[in-house]
């Protein structure tokens, strides 16, 4: 206190003073200056630095192992997915289907009796002088079973009419295929003689059978298994096998066929009444005829 009180009465001494505290703070300010300069990089370096040490992770215990706990799902019943409103609408459409088929087939097969008929009809017309022919081949051959007095020679020649009639059925098919007729097809299908022979003996006792048990029956049977000599030609199947094709085929339009049958019936007695002259036409027709039916049941079957 004496001190400052003296430098405040004395100026010459508050001179020096002032003096002294000017060089403290030039050099002060000198020793700032001759200070390194940090740059603001290193300074954030540091500071990352320092913020990284203290998240550096903590050591902790490791826990002892937990038993599991069983875990229970709930069951549940799977749920029935809604009808679609589509699968009514594939139903009655099915069914549509189903009941326009028989309709279909029945109009097809009207048309297909008409057909064959008229397929027959162009058919002995476009080869009058073959089919002229091969019915007085028919006519001889029958003629000599009748007028031959030995019975060896009348199973010879009876056996020789039948294999050709089974060429007869063969030529009538190819025709029916869109093949020329030909001679050598009459003499054919002797190998399936025995077969043949057999499913007649089959298909007569049937007929009669039927016949026997008021008529209408024994017609029926005889429309049903009535392909069966046309399946054995061109399938080579035995009697009983053909029988069941037969009445596969025939399956549904029974009806049709009975009146088919009789058409063909009403034609041959035609031509019997034209002085007998008539069946050289009439007989072909009614084989060829029976052929496109026949061909026409198996497309449709």
Not at 64 to 89: C, G, I, L, R, T
Not at 280 to 285: A, E, G, S, Y
């Amino acid at each position: 206190m004496l001190q400052s009180f003296i430098i405040f009465i004395n100026p010459a001494s508050l001179i020096t003073v002032m003096k002294k505290k000017v060089k403290k703070a030039i050099a002060k300010v000198k020793h700032k200056s001759h200070k390194p300069k940090v740059s603001k990089k290193s300074e954030n370096t540091e500071s990352h630095k320092k913020k990284a040490s203290d998240l550096q992770p903590i050591a902790t215990r490791e826990l002892p192992p937990q038993p599991e706990k069983e875990v229970f799902h709930e069951f549940k019943e799977p749920e029935e997915a809604p009808e679609s409103k589509e699968e009514p609408k594939e139903k009655e459409e099915l069914e549509e289907k189903e009941e326009a088929e028989p309709e279909t087939k029945e109009q097809e097969h009207k048309v297909v009796v008409g057909e064959a008929i008229e397929f027959g009809w162009n058919s002995v017309k476009q080869h009058a002088g073959f089919f002229i022919g091969v019915f007085l081949l028919f006519f001889a051959l029958s003629f000599m079973i009748y007028g031959a007095g030995a019975l060896g020679t009348r199973i010879v020649l009876g056996l020789l009419v039948s294999g050709m009639s089974l060429g007869y059925r063969k030529l009538a098919i190819d025709m029916v295929d869109g093949k020329p007729p030909e001679f050598k097809e009459l003499f054919s299908c002797f190998s399936l003689l025995l077969k043949y022979l057999l499913g007649a003996i089959m298909y007569s006792i049937i007929v009669a059978a039927g016949l026997v048990f008021f008529v209408i029956p024994g017609i029926i049977w005889a429309v049903q298994f009535g392909f069966y000599s046309f399946v054995i030609v061109k399938e080579r199947s035995w009697p009983w096998g053909a029988l069941k094709k037969s009445s596969a085929l025939t399956s549904g339009v029974r009806g049709k066929l009975i009146i088919f049958a009789l058409a063909l019936l009403g034609i041959n007695l035609l031509g019997v009444l034209a002085l007998g002259i008539g069946i050289i036409i009439t007989i072909p027709l009614s084989v060829i005829a029976a052929a496109h039916v026949f061909n026409q049941l198996e497309e449709n079957a």
